[in-house]
């Protein structure tokens, strides 16, 4: 198992940004890859970026390409998720994920930090 603990949200004005990190601990943080999705009040969760063990591969939702980026650090076993340009649609609870290599499913999830964006 792996247990993953999100931090850097807050409260940010329409064009800031913030700095979401996921730290990982439990098994090796490179026998998984890792996403970063969101869910809004009332909203079904949803994808935003994922990344793979190596950290070559990065996969964006179309509505945060160009704004969002990826990223992970395997010798600190964290992930992060920079987000730029934001806007008051990206307001949720973003939840960082892990999925076993070997799986087609995200199987461990964070407890998920807040993201609001003022306008």
């Known amino acids: 198992q792996v247990q993953l603990v999100e931090s850097g949200g807050g409260l940010v004005q329409a064009g800031g940004s913030l700095r979401l990190s996921c730290a990982a601990s439990?098994?090796?943080?490179?026998?998984?890859?890792m996403g970063w999705f969101r869910q809004a009040p009332g909203k079904e969760r949803e994808f935003v970026a994922a990344?793979?063990?190596?950290?070559?591969?990065?996969y964006y939702a179309d509505s945060v390409k160009g704004r969002f980026t990826i990223s992970r650090d395997n010798a600190k076993n964290t992930v992060y998720l920079q987000m730029n340009s934001l806007k008051p649609e990206d307001t949720a609870v973003y939840y960082c994920?892990?999925?076993?290599?070997?799986?087609?499913?995200?199987?461990?999830w964070g407890q998920g930090t807040q993201v609001t964006v003022s306008s």
């Open positions: 994920a892990a999925r076993p290599l070997s799986g087609y499913e995200y199987e461990f």
């Open positions: 439990g098994r090796t943080f490179t026998s998984y890859a």
């Open positions: 990344i793979s063990w190596s950290g070559d591969t990065t």
